[in-house]
RNA sequence: GGAGAUGUGGCUGAGUGGUCGAAAGCGCCGGUUUGCUAAAUCGGUGAUGGAGUCAAAUCCAUCCGCAGGUUCGAAUCCUGUCGUCUCCGCCA
């Protein structure tokens, strides 16, 4: 949510965002509410004072007439100011309907685009796509060799999107993780393992829709809990209406999960496999912090994803993400993209990571603040996410790239340690 | 799942219908005193929205988990809700 004076005062800029990142906007009908609640707002507080002033004089009455006359008028002014009080609620709750539907604003060098043709390519990384002198296998045939991966099974238990992992595979995911926490710790985060539900309130502070035809959750029926997206929810929701002391930040999370994602209307997609599945296991970065740390911070997030893909020896490239593909949240976006030699025709690049800065945008639904020494009042932190592994994409990067022609799977040297030493996995 | 208790400012904690945004203590900030520190002592010390000002001062409204209700008036009474605690049951 954008701060209301803020729209008001930069009507145009505003519009002008909603265009770039192509999102339909209403900002002249809230700038004629939110003058019509001005004024109500003003009638409101003027009706209650002159309530207050004679509710005050009632206990000084002499007489018992005199009571009740002024009793009378106290009640005469209360109604009023129900009935000012009532409108004004209802023009807030309209504005509030217009404010949800604003996206934050976008970084200026943001490429402006309305979808993903706009995005921008900033760079490659340390690891070039590979030649094979073989034709090389995807995911889904190289686990099904050394029968790591069930979908079969998964259907049967769960349905189609959910899926078993078996023996080595399994071996694998948990290295990853041990790795990505151990890196991320390294690094000053503070590992936590997160509710795999949250409420919807929370979902909505992030910027999810809990439930309704286009959510990409999945809620719990009798209850107001969902299962989680992703563990930017609860990470971001665990210090919803609380208020830092500015020198606790900023403060970093690692967040392990389990995540879950309906992926309505997503049918018929690019997704075979392990690509998009209804529930995979991820290791989320988040970050609370002062507004003038979060473009560096963003920056680190996107540096300490470019590291551990570059750990894993992975090919990928940096995508800047263009202002109409960015979500309402995010005020600036990048993507790693990692090198999928099994995808399509003769390999293709396939998101693997996203590192969002959302600035003050969910701080402000969530009503997380900050408070400096000495410094009256308290201020909106900045908010920023980013993903270490998703832990399904990060299998299928893996396979990909380093099988060999024997269909084993070489075992990049990081995660080695985590696997007993062993280099490859697979094979005779 | 059943029964009960409870939720006040950074913290502890008083307040059970009328100048209560809220006593007191602690903490914090500033002053005084003391050779330094400690101690003592005095003063100050919440948030949000609005008016006001160059900026302040100042003024108004709202806030005692949250949302409603009763009342001229609610931290105080009522209802719901969320959280916490205790006991019982169940259980990894």
């Known amino acids: 949510m954008l701060d209301r004076k803020y729209v008001v005062a930069n009507a145009d800029a505003v519009k002008e965002n909603c265009q770039n990142r192509n999102v339909p906007q209403a900002v002249d009908q809230l700038l004629e509410l939110e003058s019509q609640r001005r004024d109500l707002l003003k009638q409101v ?21 005199e009571r009740e006359e002024r009793k009378a008028r106290g009640r005469e002014l209360r109604e009023q100011k129900e009935v000012a009080q009532k409108q004004h609620d209802e023009v807030d709750a309209q504005i509030r309907e217009i404010e949800l539907q604003l996206p934050n604003m976008a970084h200026p060098d943001a490429p402006v685009g309305v979808d993903d043709k706009a995005n921008l390519e900033l760079g490659q990384g340390k690891h070039a796509p590979r ?12 686990g ?21 992992l078996k023996g080595d595979l399994v071996l694998l995911d948990l290295a990853i993780q041990q790795y990505a926490v151990n890196e991320l710790v390294r690094r000053g985060f503070l590992p936590m393992t997160t509710p795999d539900l949250a409420r919807d309130s929370i ?14 959750v999945y809620s719990v029926e009798n209850s107001n809990l969902c299962l989680i997206g992703t563990a930017e929810i609860t990470l971001g929701g665990l210090y919803s209406g609380e208020t830092f002391d500015a020198e606790q930040l900023p403060l970093k999370l690692c967040g392990i999960s389990h995540c879950f994602r ?21 290791i989320e ?62 390999g293709e690049w396939g998101e693997v990571t996203s590192t969002s800065n959302c600035t ?54 990081v995660l080695r340690p985590y696997l007993q030493g062993r280099e490859k996995l697979g094979g005779p």
């Open 360 to 413: 003050d945008y969910q701080a402000r639904r969530l009503n997380v603040r900050y408070k400096q020494k000495d410094v009256k009042g308290t201020h909106f932190v900045h908010t920023l996410n980013g993903t270490a592994f998703a832990l399904s994409r990060a299998l299928i990067s893996i396979l990909e790239n380093h099988q060999n022609a024997d269909g084993s799977v070489n075992v990049p040297e």
């Open 45 to 65: 507080e003027e009706l209650n004072r002159d309530a207050n002033a004679v509710s005050k004089t009632i206990g000084q009455a002499k007489t018992d007439e």
């Open 144 to 164: 099904q060799q050394w029968d790591w991966l069930d979908f079969e099974g998964g259907a049967r238990t769960s349905g189609a999107g959910f899926y078993f």
């Open 285 to 346: 970065m988040f970050i609370f912090c002062l507004p003038d740390q979060s473009d560096a911070l963003h920056e680190e997030l996107r540096q300490i994803e470019c590291d551990l893909f570059d750990a894993i020896e992975v090919p990928y490239r940096i995508v800047d993400t263009a202002t109409g593909d960015l979500g309402g949240p995010a005020y600036r976006k990048y993507d790693l993209e990692a090198w999928m030699p099994g995808r399509g025709e003769a």
């Open 262 to 282: 309906t992926e309505a209307g997503a049918a018929g997609r690019a997704s075979r496999g392990l690509y998009r599945v209804h529930q995979f296991t991820k």
């Open 131 to 142: 030649e094979f002198d073989f034709s090389p296998l995807d995911h889904v045939e190289i």
């Open 203 to 216: 979902l909505e502070g992030i910027g999810f829709m809990p439930r309704g035809p286009e959510t990409q």
